[in-house]
């Protein structure tokens, strides 16, 4: 099955910017969609950002303007560019492979998340 391996993660203050990169083992180009969820301390696990396999992207409102979602289907890279970082980014960070076509079907998968941490 298909691993997702994200990296980029760390301490940045408020104010600056990161880029996460998550690594795919093999080809996602049969996902519904590419992903980046994050969960703060205590909090849901929210949807930041997906780009669909039509060509469109999502942006969540609270990161609109400032974070951008992008693929790179050869490399099979997914990335997600973090500007204007405020200390309420703060948390673990998930790639996510939606309804990747598999034998039997589709299957969604997850990264292990990787630690944002924004100081104020």
């Known amino acids: 099955q298909i691993k997702l391996v994200e990296s980029g993660g760390g301490f940045v203050q408020a104010g600056g910017s990161l880029r996460l990169s998550c690594a795919a083992s093999?080809?996602?180009?049969?996902?519904?969609?590419m992903a980046w969820h994050r969960q703060a301390p205590g909090k849901q696990r929210e949807l930041v950002a997906a780009?669909?396999?039509?060509?469109?992207?999502y942006t969540g409102n609270s990161v609109k303007g400032r974070f951008t979602i992008s693929a790179d289907y050869v490399k099979n890279m997914v990335y997600l560019e973090m500007n204007g970082l405020k200390p309420e980014d703060s948390g673990v960070y998930y790639c996510?492979?939606?309804?990747?076509?598999?034998?039997?079907?589709?299957?969604?998968?997850w990264g292990q998340g990787i630690q944002v941490t924004v100081s104020s």
């Open positions: 996510f492979a939606d309804g990747l076509r598999i034998w039997s079907g589709r299957a969604n998968y």
């Open positions: 093999e080809s996602f180009s049969s996902a519904n969609a």
């Open positions: 780009i669909f396999s039509n060509g469109n992207n």
